[in-house]
């Protein structure tokens, strides 16, 4: 279960554990806990966190993440439809928020933070780093802001 807590830890989405059981050739029963990584972002993110050490098992996991075509998110058209939507933010405001980014895609805050997350690994837009972040009259920081990411 340590490698669930590590996997949760570092973000990488899986499968529920489940056990298989198996006959040896001795006949006995063996039991294992089984996962599976799901989607290409968690494949790599794998690869980059964690790996292998054995070239055969490095090639297999490249090998699984060159056979996805794209990245999936919800449908293929959000991730389209996000890097649209960031550009006309930044166009008519300057920087990007969550707020900003839910209001003009119309989606849920679920889905516009996972959505602006992804743009953000696949370094489309980057955080705009202000350390005097002022106070929401909720008592919190205010939301994050991004720009488009340089090339």
């Known amino acids: 279960m340590h490698t669930i ?5 570092l973000e990488i989405h899986t499968t529920t554990p489940f ?3 198996k006959e040896t050739k001795t006949g006995r029963i063996s ?7 799901k989607g290409k972002l968690n494949f790599v993110k794998f690869r980059e966190s964690i790996g292998f050490q054995a ?3 490095q090639n297999i996991l490249d090998k699984a993440i060159d056979s996805f075509k794209n990245i999936k998110v919800g449908n293929n058209k959000r991730l389209e439809l ?5 550009k ?3 166009e008519a405001d300057g920087k990007i928020n969550i ?6 895609s119309k989606l849920s805050k679920g ?4 959505l602006l997350k992804i743009l953000k690994e696949q370094d489309i837009i980057e955080r705009i780093i202000d350390e005097d972040r002022p106070m929401s009259n909720r008592g919190g920081r205010t939301s994050y802001t991004y720009k488009l990411a340089e090339k």
Not at 5 to 9: A, E, G, I, M, V
Not at 111 to 114: A, G, M
Request: hydrophobic share 40%.
């Open 5 to 9: 807590k590590l996997l949760q830890f």
């Open 19 to 21: 056990q298989e059981n």
């Open 31 to 37: 039991h294992s806990w089984k996962i599976f990584i």
């Open 55 to 57: 070239t055969r098992k």
């Open 82 to 86: 996000a890097i649209k939507t960031v």
């Open 88 to 90: 006309e933010i930044e």
């Open 99 to 104: 707020h900003s980014f839910m209001n003009s």
């Open 111 to 114: 889905w516009s933070n996972r």
